[in-house]
């Protein structure tokens, strides 16, 4: 068969810096079943392509099977995909998959005729399988976590068990990517040592997080994301037949040295960001993977890059991963407040975890870089000063994110109604005013257009699409964020008397309204 694998765009306001591993994962998997298979990056080249030249890229060839992944910030971008494949291919099958469609695909395939298949969660067998059923005609009833259509209605099938071993997954199809497009941009990445680099990939040696941030989310792969789609009970089961559905899996030292041997040798890259999740949480596995790395010499000819998390961030840890050629640590420090850490990020991490991670990172020689964010549900004012004032205890400028709650995540399936309301403002009235006229059907219908123009609405957790915060609206969030980057508390504090928000007692010395307040009060009593 004749198979088309699409990459939307991401992220169209930065570099582009993450290679399509996903879909070449696909790829390689379709190639060795002796598929025609083609790549279709739209991401690599920049400025984007217009929807003119994809749509003659994708009319070279009549396709047989069309696969379109991505995350929910892109949906807008596929969906626009989605017409120009189904227009150009109209026997074709679509078939979709990743974090924009994992999380709800009956909405999704309800907004899109143009789907055929959802792919739900993991996929490398999932595809497989779906190719193999489609060169015999089509029978999907056994082909384990999809949602397909048949006579008009959306099917189900079993979801699909976890790959116990990920050493069995393929590499990318590397030969059909346009690399050098990526590797121009390799010192885009402004961390330390890798924005040297000149010919640098990204990608992941594990899945799932042993986290449960009520912000973030894992595509379906691992046991957390699947508890909340299929339930507890479901996941029991699973395990009973399949083995333990595990919260986090890894890629072997082995495999991953291998992997990166091979760059080495036949792209000479330079430089490697491992994109887990949470690298330091499992210290043996660090230690295994740096004991096999410098073994193989390759601490001399590639420099790393990961993420991980402040409690497992260790001296002994840092001291390997040093010598191993980590050049930083990327760390989620989410928020200065142990109250909304508490509250709100629900990671297990506190203020004093995070300091203690920056101390021992910088005396260890490898560059701390920390994510922070504003707008969490419970997060006020006072909140946001204690953050601010991390930044300035460790002398950092940091322009935090926005708190945003994308499908699949805690904090968008706890907030739902309230997001919809603010896409439209008739939920938001009845809310308000309840109105026995108005039957549940129409308002059902009010929240399927709401709930289709917040997912066109989602970009980049830099923009703004939707608030949880109970404290914060729209501009405040805008403004804040701004102070925060700059560092100005007394902008921030003066904002808070002119928004009425109380701030506590411990800020007096640092707030401009406060101190002129009581200056000319004391010149009054003086008087």
Known sequence: MKVLLIQPPVRVDHDPIDIPAGLGILCSIAMKDNHEVALLDLNASRPIPSWKDAADQIAVEKWDVIGIGGLSSMYKDIRKLLYICRKLNPNALIVCGGGFITYMPDKIMQYESAIDIACIGEGEDTWREILQNAQKGGDWKNVKG???????????????????????????????????SYFKYSGSMWYDGAWKSKRRINFTTERGCPRQCTFCTHNGMNRWDQEAMLGKSKVRLLDQEFGFQAVTRFFSPKYVVDHALYLYDKYQVDYICLLDENLTSNNKRVHDFCDLWIKEGLHKKIRLGTSGDSPSINPEVVRHMKEAGFTFIAIGGESGSDKVLKEDIQKGVTVAHNQRAVDILMAGGISPSMTFMVGNPNEDINDVLETVMFFIKNKVSINPFICTPYPGTRIFMDNQDFILEQYDERLAQLKKFPNPHITQEQIAKWKDEALQKFLLSLNNATDYTATVSKHFDFPDLLTIKHFMHTCDTGKLLKLAHIRNWPHDKKWKELCPVCKAQEELSLKIHVN
């Open 146 to 180: 999809i949602c397909y259509r048949q006579d008009g209605k959306l099917v189900y099938t079993e979801p699909r068990p976890l790959i116990p071993n990920m050493d069995v997954i393929p590499w990318p199809a590397y030969d059909l990517m346009d690399l050098d």
